[in-house]
């Protein structure tokens, strides 16, 4: 009974520390930010003031992106957090600073402040084309889509429990914001996001246009020759569809997959097919799935003003007890429940096997990942919005996408080759490496930072930093 209970014996809890440093992965992901160029970058766009009292903003909002990064929900937590930081990054940005900071940051200041992301990012690309294994392509069912960029769209929710501006009623019964965002499946960065009120529309032809457009702006042009841009259902309009089309030239290839609702007219086509067109659908690895098919449907399907050359491809499985109150007649009819793909492939060059309805249908089922990427990026900031202004809210939302994006370069850059560090989510950056507690030191004029050696992550935390300092800097 004593071992389990007299582990306390002789101990004292004290708060007389001194020289200790916790979340001492601040100094990576500020480190990263100065190494690939943001904060230099941003001091070119935000303002300027020569008053002894004046805090510099560049240095001010990239404090606060570390925050985020660490965790910080809200401006008083990013001062707190920042006061402990004092001897590292020097004095702390208050609470207020920091507000009058997102609040003067209007619409115009923020599309200089993507035009910033873009030369960053278009820097930090080239340094992850230079990295052993180059730049991360992705594979699905076994293809590997070498020189392909995948862009994924989608919607999400973010609930508020006041009254904000902005907030309204949403689709799902809930009471916030609905923004519309889009992630690089490549690298899980979020590329652009668009703060909505609650009440906007899923598919708003609009939104997603603008969205598109952001997104596809801070795609380095060295890399825009081959793009694909994956949507849900959300994604079948008309207008999207037909600018997707337009962006296709003679130097850049844009291919696209959506989710399409079915119509009377869908099922009278599916109705014609005969059995032996159905094949057995593939899993992401490439292995057969058994109990699920799929099958072209175009042709059969000849509704007017879509786009010319789109394909349809329909998909059917046995549906589960909790689908069975959601089936049409004519799903209850034939006892499978089916979900059409809209896609422009006809083939992705020099990849063999890309036209086959198994593919496709894979590679459109891939873009579920999207889901991991608004969770995360929730992890990140975005779970709730801090202020009732909007402009406010905007700009938090902006810097909480900074945030993600250090995040990912962090990992992209640095982590590679750590097969538990690579992909991991941000309670685990934040476990293993950000809230790491070190000692900070002086000798002979200068500090060390030193992590306690027993820690099982101390070493790739010191081989962070060491690869973060040899990155080429912006010239």
């Keep these: 009974m004593s071992e389990r209970t007299g582990w306390d014996r002789g101990l004292s809890v004290t708060a007389d520390g001194k020289g200790l440093v916790g979340h001492a992965g ?31 903003r560049a240095t001010a909002l990239v404090g606060l992106v570390v925050a985020i990064a660490l965790g910080a929900t809200n ?64 594979t699905v069912a076994g293809r590997h889509l070498k020189g392909w960029i995948v862009l994924d769209m989608d919607a999400t929710i973010i609930t508020a429990a006041s009254r904000k501006q902005g907030a309204a009623g949403t689709f799902k019964g809930t009471f916030g914001f609905h ?19 609650g009440n906007a529309g899923a598919n708003t032809v609009a939104d997603h246009l603008r969205v598109l457009d952001a997104a596809l702006a801070q795609i380095p042009r060295s890399s825009q020759a081959k793009i694909l841009v994956r949507v849900d259902g959300a994604g079948a309009t008309h207008g999207l569809l037909k600018r997707l089309q337009a962006l296709n030239t003679t130097r850049r ?45 175009t042709g059969l399907n000849t509704r007017e003003g879509w786009p010319k050359g ?14 069975l109150g959601k089936l049409t007649a004519f799903e209850q009819k034939t006892g499978w429940r089916y979900s059409i793909t809209a896609t422009n492939i006809r083939h992705m060059a020099h990849i063999a096997g890309t036209h086959q309805v198994q593919f496709l249908d894979v590679l459109h089922r891939d873009h579920a990942e999207v889901e991991d990427r608004v969770r995360t990026n929730k992890a990140m900031g975005l779970a709730n919005l801090p202020s009732k202004s909007w402009e406010t809210n905007a700009s938090w939302m902006l810097t909480a996408n900074l ?19 690579a992909d991991a989510e941000p309670d685990t950056m934040r476990f293993r490496l950000y809230h790491l507690p070190a000692r900070l ?6 500090r060390h930072l030193r992590i306690e050696r027993t820690w099982p992550w101390a070493q790739t935390f010191t081989t962070s930093w060491k690869r973060i300092t040899q990155l080429s800097a912006v010239t």
């Excluded at 059917?316 to 007890?321: N, Y």
């Excluded at 030191?441 to 200068?446: K, N, P, S, T």
């Design 26 to 56: 601040a100094v990576l992901l500020r480190k990263l930010a100065d190494r690939v160029g943001l904060t230099d970058a941003l001091a070119g766009v935000l303002p300027s003031g020569t008053a002894s009292s004046w805090r510099d």
């Design 75 to 138: 401006l008083l937590e990013a001062e707190q957090l920042q006061l402990h930081h004092g001897p590292l990054f020097g004095p702390a940005v208050s609470d207020s600073t920091l507000h009058r900071l997102l609040s003067t940051t209007d619409e115009t200041r923020r599309a200089q402040i993507a035009k910033v992301r873009q030369r960053v990012r278009r820097h930090v690309w080239t340094l992850l084309h230079l990295r052993p294994g180059g730049f991360p392509y992705l």
């Design 179 to 197: 923004p519309l965002a889009a992630w690089l499946a490549n690298t899980d960065e979020c590329l652009a996001m668009e703060l909505r009120e």
């Design 253 to 297: 290839t844009v291919r696209y997959t959506v989710g399409w609702t079915i119509t009377p007219e869908d099922e009278r086509a599916i109705a014609r097919l005969p059995e032996a067109a159905w094949e057995t659908s593939l899993r992401q690895d490439g292995e057969v799935q058994e109990g699920y098919f799929v099958a072209e449907l």
């Design 310 to 323: 789109m394909r349809l491809i329909v998909r059917r499985v046995k549906p589960s007890r909790r689908h």
């Design 403 to 421: 945030a993600a994006d250090l995040d990912a370069w962090l990992r992209l850059l640095t982590l590679h080759d750590q097969a538990d560090l």
């Design 441 to 446: 030191a002086h000798h002979a004029r200068r």
